[in-house]
């Protein structure tokens, strides 16, 4: 029966193939194309107004020369955005349940980061891995010790978000089960249950 509540996180395949690329690309497919007047559909407004609005709030704090990323983190935005939510319906599989994209997705957007403070603020981005009024003594253990948390965050951040959205997800699961299984033998336990439901729904769309 436990094996059962992990069946939600494996890819799902047809004829031995994962699709786990039509599941990725399936949330773009749902977002209309442009047309060629300004304003075609309410829908389309709505689409405009979201990257509009998500675009600024991640672009608002970064000087002129950091706006060039705006295409690429606006639509990783969206991407994330639309892949966690279409996740939290039923009988549907949440790609980023997976270590291995949530690991593709990260580690090359880490390493461009990285690479990019590199070349264009040396100083300033070497500066980080040694706090200011660090003793002497201490001064090669921090270093060695910020260079590694620095290398290690990408793992570390891919594998608290995995680990969020997967208890989630299966915390969903058990208490719907044990709700579906209460509601024969106890009511009243069993709409409490789907009562706690409803509230770590709502967490898991804000988690989402």
């Not at 395949?13 to 690309?25: D, F, Y």
Request: proline content about 8%; charged content about 5%; overall charge positive.
């Amino acid at each position: 029966m436990n094996l059962s509540f992990f069946d939600q996180f494996s890819s799902p395949c047809l004829l031995g193939i994962p699709l786990i690329l039509l599941s990725m690309l399936f949330p773009a497919l749902l977002l209309p194309s442009p047309g060629s007047r300004w304003i075609t559909n309410r829908l389309a407004t709505l689409q405009s107004w979201c990257i509009d609005l998500i675009t600024k709030q991640l672009m608002t704090p970064l000087n002129k020369s950091g706006h060039k990323w705006a295409l690429i983190l606006t639509s990783l935005m969206i991407l994330l955005l639309s892949i966690n939510l279409l996740g939290l319906l039923p009988y549907t599989f949440t790609p980023t349940t997976q270590l291995s994209m949530n690991m593709a997705l990260a580690f090359p957007l880490w390493l461009a980061t990285l690479l990019t403070g590199l070349r264009n603020q040396p100083s300033a981005s070497l500066g980080h891995l040694l706090p200011e009024g660090t003793p002497t003594p201490l001064i090669p253990a921090l270093v060695l010790i910020e260079t590694i948390s620095l290398l290690i965050r990408p793992l570390a951040l891919g594998v608290r978000l995995t680990a969020n959205l997967t208890a989630g997800h299966l915390l969903i699961q058990v208490i719907s089960t044990a709700s579906a299984a209460l509601l024969s033998i106890m009511p009243t336990i069993s709409i409490l249950t789907t009562i706690i439901l409803l509230l770590l729904t709502i967490l898991e769309v804000a988690v989402a």
